[in-house]
């Protein structure tokens, strides 16, 4: 029953979506303008059955209806309920049906909530949203169909990958889903504003919130996939350039640039035209995304099986909506363009800088990540690019980045005095110079390790000597949510950056063997290895191993429990690593394959200030959230 409830609702949806494209249009090109009122009727209509869909789909898991050959394959009997909840999103169909509900949730809320904006304006956005709905309908229906059934039953279910059942699992997907499609309401109202052929600044000013909104989610998925990552994969590591954790943090970068050049868009009148350019290239970059992990061209612990027929359709799919919307750009960017003069010395070039500089390394990313695609496209055999690529291209913009963070703030808007900039920001400069020498002092082989850190605290004193400086000027009840949520999210990149450079520069590993009864001495400490234990859980059995470590100066012990399992119904074996959190060091070990008859291996890992990654990335979360609250300007701003 829910097989057939939900397939009528695709069908139901897909048609709305038609509606919602053919119906306003119309009402705009025949001067009708009563016509433009049904487009909200039809996003709430395309909304509903989307919904609908989505709770047949997830019924269907609850409920054990392995009629669908989707609940077969990522499910069981013996799956706990909470991982069946979300088990959903745990394959490509599920995940894309997600997807488009996540869409036509954003589009529903802009439509209810843009009622300022002018009707054709609005319209025109909401026109464009059904189109990329429309898309992916009709990908889900001929491609992806999750409610596909088949009468030869699996009575158990195949389960879900061992690898998803996991806390980051539930939180993950969504949260990147969530960005990825929030930046299409960027994306409508960059291709209405072309549509339209005149500059609107209240619709620019009204997809800010909208913006930070998707850049926070889409921050807050990345972080948990790192967390994620350093936890359930026993690597031990927080980021690996693997391709599809490039395909999500591409859009982040250039989300970032989006964000500071709207503010030259509000507070200066400029960049107009720059910025529609990077609204179409975010979300094309979350199109390219789905391109390389749903086609299956990718090898990637996160890729999905390979399908040429969804990767041609997806393919299409770029080909439309991205090279229709850089046409439209070429051919309309004209009616975009701001005569100004942007001062060498100035905010406005500092931001300017701060954009090249991110689509840069957005560039390199995507090059490192398709060119072994496109080399083993062309039939030159088959290379792969590893992190010191990415390393060594993406770390020199970036600690640049970092410098014109705290310098920014500075800036005042058309012409700095360099002189006074300087005198302002000595004390920040001096400190950072000193822990620059420090660390370089400690560990002179690592000059960009010292670089790195000596940045992050300057990123964060220059901050926070800001927010002092306008708290004396406004007074703290009269200061922005802009400027709150500004200076969480820049201490964020700082404590971030801290975090990066001194877990990779002074975090140290030793893969071993051991038995019961054996210790090693490891980063001041001593492990022992003190039993091993069988595990028996809901869907999986194993071992367990009994680890005991302790300071080289201090009496107490600690333990620590990393798995070894073996999942009943794949068949699958998983670790899962042990990890004693600390705010200032991780202490973590993980259970290899045994070796012999008695001994493990054994992977140990001391990581200082590893919890500030995902600290500062909570902050950046953070500080979108509150500056999103800021509508002085929106308001300010008239129609």
């Given amino acids: 029953m829910f097989a057939e409830i939900g397939l009528l609702a695709l069908i139901a949806n897909l048609c709305a979506a ?110 464009i949203q059904g189109l990329i709905s429309i898309g992916f309908l009709l990908f889900i229906l001929l491609t992806s169909n999750p409610f596909i059934m088949e009468f030869t039953l699996n009575a158990t279910g195949r389960d879900l990958n061992p690898l998803l059942q996991d806390p980051g699992f539930l939180l993950h997907p969504p949260m990147l889903y969530v960005g990825y499609v929030g930046f299409s309401i960027a994306f409508s109202v960059a291709v209405s504003l072309l549509w339209a052929g005149e500059i609107d600044y209240y619709a620019l000013s009204l997809s800010r919130p909208w913006i930070l909104f998707a850049f926070a989610t889409l921050t807050l998925g990345v972080v948990l996939g790192s967390w994620w990552a350093y936890r359930e994969l026993g690597w031990g590591g927080f980021w690996f350039w693997d391709p599809v954790e490039n395909a999500s943090f591409m859009p982040w970068l250039v989300a970032t640039a989006l964000i500071h050049a709207l503010l030259v868009v509000e507070s200066r009148k400029m960049m107009v035209a720059w910025f529609i350019l990077l609204a179409i290239i975010v979300f094309s970059l979350s199109l390219i995304g789905t391109f390389l992990v749903r086609s299956g061209v990718l090898t990637s612990v996160h890729a999905f099986a390979v399908d040429p027929l969804r990767g041609i359709y997806i393919l299409g799919m770029l080909a439309f909506y991205v090279g229709g919307a850089l046409l439209l750009f070429a051919f309309r960017a004209q009616y975009m363009f701001v005569k100004a003069k942007i001062g060498l010395v100035s905010r406005e070039m500092l931001i300017l800088l701060n954009n090249v500089l991110l689509v840069s390394a957005m560039l390199t990313v995507l090059l490192g990540t398709i060119y072994p695609l496109i080399i083993d496209a062309l039939g030159l055999g088959k290379i792969s690019v590893g992190v010191p690529y990415f390393n060594a291209v993406f770390v020199p913009p970036f600690l640049i980045l970092l410098f014109i963070t705290g310098l920014s703030l500075f800036f005042p808007w058309g012409k700095a005095n360099i002189t006074q900039v300087m005198r302002t920001l000595s004390l920040a400069f001096g400190v950072s110079l000193l822990v620059f020498i420090y660390f370089l002092s400690k560990q002179q082989n690592m000059l960009m390790l010292a670089i790195a850190t000596g940045l992050s605290i300057w990123v964060c004193l220059t901050t926070l000597q800001r927010l002092g400086q306008k708290i004396r000027e406004q007074g703290i009840r009269q200061l922005s949510y802009k400027a709150y949520g500004t200076t969480i999210a820049h201490v964020g990149i700082g404590v971030t950056a801290l975090g990066v450079a001194v877990s990779s520069g002074l975090g140290k590993q030793i893969d071993t063997v051991m038995q019961p009864k054996e210790s090693i001495k490891f980063a001041g400490y001593t492990f022992e290895f ?100 800021d509508l002085r300007r929106l308001q300010g701003i008239k129609k």
Avoid at 598 to 617: A, E
């Fill in 18 to 127: 038609f509606l919602l494209v053919v119906i306003p249009c119309y009402g705009i090109y025949s001067a009708k303008l009563n016509l433009l009122n049904t487009a909200t009727y039809y996003v709430i209509l395309q909304w509903v059955c989307g919904a609908i869909a989505f709770v047949c789909l997830d019924l269907a898991f609850l409920t054990d209806d392995f009629r669908l050959i989707y609940v077969q394959m990522n499910s069981s009997l013996t799956l706990p309920w909470f991982y069946k909840a979300c088990a959903l999103w745990g394959g490509h169909e599920g995940s894309m049906l997600l997807w488009v509900c996540i869409l036509q949730t954003w589009t529903l809320a802009f439509a209810l909530t843009s009622k300022k904006l002018a009707k054709v304006m609005q319209t025109r956005i909401l026109v």
């Fill in 530 to 629: 003190n039993k091993e234990e069988s595990i028996k859980g809901p869907n999986y059995h194993g071992v367990r191993g009994v680890f005991y470590f302790k300071p080289k100066k201090g009496p107490f012990k600690k333990a620590l429990y990393p798995e070894k399992r073996i999942y009943d119904v794949s068949n699958t074996p998983m670790t899962d690593a042990a990890v004693d959190v600390n705010i200032l060091r991780d202490i973590y070990v993980a259970l290899g394959d045994p070796v012999g008859e008695n001994s493990w291996g054994v992977r140990l890992y001391y990581k200082p200030l590893v919890r500030f990654i995902w600290l500062g990335g909570l902050m950046i979360f953070l500080g979108a959230l509150v500056a999103m609250c």
